[in-house]
């Protein structure tokens, strides 16, 4: 079946730091890929997407880009902020259509940035 | 942007007694409306999705009879834990969908379940 896999947290940082999550998934057909933030006490919030392979999405100074060839969708930053302290889910989805909102998760990786 | 309102953020709860969990799109009319559960560590699995006006569609290996889902509005969606037990405990979430297409999905803030 379909699913995503993200790198194990927690992830610790230091502010300005450079971070990558990674991210791959399997697909039996050809996926929209997102990431998606959870700040504490809030719901998840979309924060980049990419539909079709090679495709870049961009929000906030991340961004992932979407290759088909070694189906991943790693998030990266070149400067963290202790404001970007989170959740972070990878997800796909197979069917944008009725189905939408049927989204296969990643298990979270939790991001800590120190000052 | 728009908001949905999830309620209780947490409860604590005796084996036996049921949980109702309300879901509400606060300024949109969600068609669809998706419950997630998030165990420790992994990932975030549908359990089900209802549109308004008709029965749930529940996930393979979810127990609707457990798990009752109400959505008797375009703004309210309801997830009743019945029976609870502690195997129970979990993290739900829910999602908003406003409109039929386009990537309009909104989430909830989630509800911590603890059943003692």
């Known amino acids: 079946g379909d699913s995503v896999t993200q790198m194990e947290g927690p992830v610790t940082l230091s502010e300005e730091a450079f971070l990558t999550i990674n991210c791959t998934y399997t697909?039996?057909?050809?996926?929209?890929l997102f990431w998606y933030v959870q700040y504490p006490g809030e719901g998840l919030q979309l924060l980049l997407k990419?539909?079709?392979?090679?495709d870049k999405g961009s929000n906030k100074g991340f961004e992932a880009t979407y290759r088909k060839e070694t189906t991943s969708f790693h998030l990266e930053k070149g400067s963290v902020q202790v404001s970007d302290s989170a959740v972070y889910f990878c997800?796909?989805?197979?069917?944008?259509?009725?189905?939408?909102?049927?989204?296969?998760f990643g298990q979270g990786t939790i991001l800590t940035v120190h000052p | 942007g728009a908001v949905v309102s999830q309620h209780p953020s947490w409860v604590i709860c005796k084996s036996g007694t049921s949980v109702k969990i309300e879901c509400r799109s606060l300024?949109?009319?969600?068609?669809?409306m998706f419950w997630y559960r998030q165990f420790p560590k992994q990932s975030l699995m549908l359990m089900a999705t209802?549109?308004?006006?008709?029965?749930?569609?529940?996930e393979q290996g979810v127990e609707k009879d457990k798990f009752l889902i109400n959505h008797a509005s375009l703004t309210l969606s309801t997830l009743t834990v019945t029976s609870a037990h502690p195997e129970d405990s979990s993290f739900y979430i829910c999602?908003?969908?406003?409109?039929?297409?386009?990537?309009?999905?909104?989430f909830g803030s989630g509800t911590q379940l603890s059943v003692l």
């Open positions: 999602s908003a969908r406003a409109g039929l297409v386009g990537e309009k999905l909104f």
């Open positions: 697909a039996t057909g050809y996926p929209s």
């Open positions: 990419a539909t079709k392979a090679d």
């Open positions: 997800a796909l989805l197979l069917d944008g259509g009725t189905s939408y909102g049927k989204l296969t």
């Open positions: 300024d949109f009319q969600a068609t669809t």
């Open positions: 209802s549109n308004e006006g008709s029965k749930a569609t529940y």
